[in-house]
């Protein structure tokens, strides 16, 4: 079936990078998101990328796809103490299906 | 999202008991979906709904049903609730007009405790 892994910790640095890495198993997945769930709240919807793209940046995010190897990740520059969350990769078709497959969550703490 | 209301945030209760949690929107959004959250799982996909007359299973749907009463809410049930079934769960609203990516927009949550 349809599969999304990713690490469950990560813990950086103030100002340094992040990186948040997740595999996939569905090549037919059109969109890849990146959500981040603070504590408390529901998941948010961060940034999105299109099957047929490599890169896309967003002020201090950055994803990049891998579609040969099913590899996505997030990078986080400067990071920030209020970027600490969880944070989750999910495949979906868009409007070909609306549903999402979800990774297990990466909890990124962020240390002053 | 404030658009998503989620009610209750928390509850506790027993073994056996029938369970229900609501889902509301003022998005105007017809598909509506529920997960539940688990540490180290992720979201699973419980049911989700097209539109009021569209009803679907998701991954994980045993021992759960919903029920669509309107565009705007939508409500799942545990019949007789068991331990397994303590999780986070989430309500979401999806809408293909907000574009091909269709993100989803997530209630903040009800935590379910089940003695």
């Known amino acids: 079936g349809e599969d999304v892994e990713q690490s469950l910790f990560l813990s950086v640095r103030e100002g340094d990078s992040s990186v948040i890495n997740c595999t996939y198993t569905d090549s037919s997945s059109t969109y890849l998101y990146w959500y981040k769930q603070e504590p408390g709240a529901g998941l948010q919807l961060l940034t999105y990328?299109?099957?047929?793209?490599d890169m896309k940046q967003d002020q201090r995010l950055t994803v990049l796809l891998n579609k040969k190897d099913k590899h996505l990740s997030l990078r986080i520059a400067d990071t920030q103490t209020g970027d600490s969350a969880i944070y989750f990769c999910?495949?979906?078709?868009?409007?070909?299906?609306?549903?999402?497959?979800f990774g297990q969550g990466t909890e990124l703490s962020v240390k002053p | 999202d404030a658009d998503v209301t989620q009610t209750p945030r928390n509850r506790i209760t027993k073994t056996g008991k029938r369970i229900m949690l609501e889902c509301s929107q003022t998005k105007g959004h017809d598909r509506m979906y529920w997960y539940r959250q688990d540490p180290g799982l992720g979201l699973r996909l419980i049911y989700y709904?097209?539109?009021?007359?569209?009803?679907n299973k998701g991954e994980i749907s045993d021992g759960y049903s919903v029920s669509r009463q309107a565009q705007a809410k939508f409500s799942l049930s545990l019949e007789s609730a068991i331990p397994n079934q303590t999780a986070l769960y989430f309500c979401a609203t999806s809408d293909p007009r907000e574009g091909s990516n269709q993100p989803q927009h997530f209630g903040d949550g009800t935590r379910l405790s089940i003695l």
């Open positions: 990328i299109f099957s047929n793209m």
């Open positions: 709904s097209f539109d009021v007359k569209d009803i």
């Open positions: 999910a495949g979906g078709r868009g409007n070909q299906g609306g549903k999402l497959i």
